[in-house]
């Protein structure tokens, strides 16, 4: 059976991607949730601590949000978490490659996997020339 045959009929519908070396996943950053007021994301209060989480499952964890709010102090900020479902077109979501450096000569043999929901951009600009 080829390669291709092996392919979902919607691979962009797919949170993960292991059908090359490179071992793709789809991420969101749930502090973006909170920043664009969300209306799936929910909260409550248990022990003395705040924390939210997805009412669709786009991710399926519950982040404390105190420790949500420290480390988007820090440089780096929260970062992602692995999507367990489809990110929805109002999710900041990206495709994160695991192994980079295992691409092949052909580049991905799944490329419809990295379209992102409409709505985010399906493109990113890494500089910008100026005159």
Do not use: W
Not at 35 to 52: I, N
Not at 87 to 96: F, G, I, N, W, Y
Not at 122 to 128: D, E, G, I, Q, S
């Amino acid at each position: 059976m080829s390669e291709l045959a092996l392919l979902p009929l919607r691979p962009q519908d797919e949170v993960l991607c292991r059908r090359c070396e490179v071992h793709c996943e789809k991420v969101v950053y749930p502090s973006a949730c909170l920043e664009r007021s969300c209306p799936f994301a929910y909260a409550y209060e248990e022990h003395g601590h705040t924390f939210v989480g997805c009412l669709q499952k786009v991710y399926d964890v519950e982040i404390d949000v105190g420790m949500m709010r420290a480390a988007e102090r820090r440089r780096d900020g929260f970062g992602a978490v692995r999507a367990a479902r489809r990110p929805l077109p109002m999710c900041r979501s990206e495709v994160d490659p695991c192994y980079e450096h295992r691409a092949g000569e052909l580049g991905c043999v799944n490329p419809e996997f990295k379209e992102l929901p409409a709505g985010a951009p399906t493109f990113r600009v890494f500089a910008r020339l100026e005159d």
